[in-house]
């Protein structure tokens, strides 16, 4: 079948009740067992990949490296989980959304724990690329199994909803960091937090148990397997289908590439241009985390109400100028606490938008790779970003540095999402 014409026509669900949780209020037990498996995924996969910004000031004093080096492992760890994310899509349009899950929060879990034990730098930058490719994949196969699983007139607050676990967990990351680093020396507390990056792994039992895989799914993998017609990777990039996945990767970049420039450089940011101590930052990142749960749900709630699409542009502009205030204003730093609630809630609150958007582009027999490599791109070109900003920072103050990559992240990502549809509502079918 091809990926440019669908067997039936496009149907819009109208959204009657656009309150945050009416999707709770009417979700039967499977999907509430989905939602909550999922969230705990996505609040678990923030905490493993926000514990190494935390410790990153550590490692520079303990082994001795520059900031660009430093910054190299985070580009690596989001450069694998671009290849993992596309191919954990992959597999999950192959083998299914639920066992694929399974084996990548598995996969990730155990290199956290490999990240506790490494002797050096090097041995720390192979374990945080194989950690990538399980935190790659896990997106993709939540974000698909969470979009399929959810009615279409509720996916946006649903998915959005999800979404906003990262912020949980990167809350968990900070509250280890602060009782671990007043309880232990620098240089085991530091691997002790990436032991708690593996407690991921208990999320499995829970997922073997109780979540099912999505119907639409299921019958899409049965129709492919009795035709003997099953996905090929490179499909994506095929015929009509190939415009979508540019503008799409666009976004994913776009919106990437700006909140690494930003959260993977903040903690370093406060603990040198701005002369506080570990602990004493993390009332700081506390205000930027709350900002940013905020964002989500306020995030997940508009992208039902005014639309995926319109709730890019604006939350895209509204981060250009927080983050232009937050580094380039001689501003105190009572005022720099207060702008931390903005620079979260507009830096975090369009990924509410993203798993429903992404879901809704691609036909069922796609979704997984479509998906998959849109967003694991983005992270893929972001994860340059925490690299190309430690290594700037290095001719001018890392406040420069952060505010020019993210700037010109959004703009892309502005651009990128002006020029693809609305997709809000969207019907999906197994064959399309």
Request: glycine share 12%; hydrophobic share 50%; with cysteine.
């Amino acid at each position: 079948m091809s990926t440019a014409e669908p067997s039936r026509a496009m149907e819009v669900a109208e959204i009657e009740d656009t309150s945050l949780l009416a999707f709770y209020r009417d979700m039967n037990l499977p999907e509430r067992r989905t939602f909550w498996a999922c969230a705990a995924g996505w609040a678990l996969d923030g905490m493993d990949f926000m514990i190494y910004p935390l410790v990153i000031g550590t490692i520079i004093a303990l082994w001795k490296v520059d900031a660009g080096t430093a910054g190299l492992a985070g580009t690596v760890t989001l450069l694998s989980s671009a290849v993992g994310g596309w191919l954990g899509g992959y597999l999950s349009d192959r083998i299914g959304r639920v066992k694929t899950l399974q084996f990548t929060i598995l996969w990730f879990s155990f290199f956290s724990l490999v990240c506790a034990v490494v002797q050096n730098f090097d041995q720390l930058l192979v374990a945080r690329a194989l950690l990538g490719l399980g935190f790659g994949g896990e997106w993709a196969a939540g974000a698909v199994l969470m979009g399929e699983a959810i009615r279409p007139q509720y996916r946006g607050r649903a998915v959005g909803s999800v979404q906003s676990g990262w912020a949980v967990g990167w809350g968990l990351a900070v509250l280890a960091q602060a009782v671990l680093f007043s309880v232990l020396p620098a240089e085991s507390a530091w691997r002790w937090m990436f032991v708690i990056g593996a407690f991921p792994a208990l999320l499995v039992f829970y997922l073997r148990r109780y979540v099912t895989e999505p119907e639409i799914s299921a019958t899409a993998r049965a129709q492919q397997q009795a035709a003997g017609s099953g996905p090929a990777l490179w499909e994506i990039f095929e015929g009509p289908i190939l415009k979508t996945t540019i503008l799409a990767s666009l976004v994913g970049t776009g919106m990437q590439g700006g909140y690494y420039a930003i959260t993977f450089w903040v903690p370093r940011f406060l603990t040198t241009e701005r002369q506080l101590s570990v602990v004493t930052s993390t009332g700081y990142l506390a205000t930027l985390i709350i900002g940013s749960f905020v964002g989500y749900l306020v995030g997940a709630w508009l992208a039902d109400r005014i639309g995926r699409r319109n709730l890019f542009l604006i939350f895209s502009l509204g981060a250009i100028a927080v983050v232009l205030l937050y580094t380039q204003l001689p501003l105190s730093n009572e005022v720099l606490w207060v702008l931390g609630f903005p620079l979260g809630f507009f830096a975090s609150g369009y990924f509410s938008g993203m798993g429903a958007f992404l879901t809704e582009l691609y036909p069922t027999r796609l979704r997984g790779s479509g998906q998959g490599f849109c967003y694991n791109f983005g992270r893929g070109v972001g994860a340059l970003f925490p690299f190309l900003v430690g290594a700037l920072s290095t001719t001018t103050s890392l406040a420069n540095a952060i505010a020019i990559f993210a700037v010109a992240a959004y703009g892309v990502f502005f651009l990128a999402a002006y020029a693809l549809p609305e997709t809000r509502g969207r019907v999906l079918h197994a064959d399309t």
